[in-house]
């Protein structure tokens, strides 16, 4: 609930602050929070079966590597269908931010499947929330500090 009411905190704060903030939150914390999300049920079987095939580093790369053209395709589907009027900065930093984000959608979701496996609760059942939440607000401090450090920069 904490986790849940900061993130709804920063998005009123900044939804009115800055042109198309809602717009972005949207996709740079639900993305990576569902391939972090996604990420948990294969990691808690790897972590269960305790074999190294498919290796966790496998699983990750695939879910890192999968989110790269949603990751240039929507700032490029927004600037060309005139929704958003974009900057070169503004978008670099965004598809930059938002590889942070999902990188750590997936190591939160890495540590919190072994953490709750060690301490014998269903990680399916517990990382979910937990880490949905986490990710909603990682990913739209991320977008805040997009929009300010190209607000410092004043190019338009």
């Not at 972005?24 to 929070?33: C, Q, T």
């Not at 294969?42 to 095939?53: F, V």
């Not at 190591?107 to 496996?117: E, K, Q, R, S, V």
Request: hydrophobic share 50%; net charge neutral.
């Amino acid at each position: 609930m904490v986790i849940s009411s900061a993130t709804g905190i920063v998005l009123d704060i900044f939804a009115s602050r800055y042109w198309g903030f809602p717009l972005l939150a949207v996709v740079i914390s639900g993305l990576p929070g569902g391939v972090g999300s996604i990420a948990i049920s294969p990691l808690k079987h790897l972590t269960h079966s305790r074999r190294k095939e498919p290796p966790k580093k496998l699983v990750t790369t695939t879910l890192l590597l999968i989110t790269i053209p949603v990751e240039i395709i929507f700032p490029a589907t927004l600037q060309t269908s005139g929704w958003l009027k974009l900057s070169i900065l503004f978008a670099v930093l965004s598809v930059l931010l938002f590889r942070c984000a999902v990188t750590i959608s997936l190591l939160i979701a890495n540590a919190l499947t072994d953490f709750l496996w060690s301490k014998d609760l269903d990680p399916d059942t517990y990382a979910l929330p937990i880490h949905s939440a986490t990710m909603d607000l990682v990913g739209q401090l991320l977008l805040v500090l997009c929009f300010q450090l190209v607000s410092l920069t004043d190019i338009s």
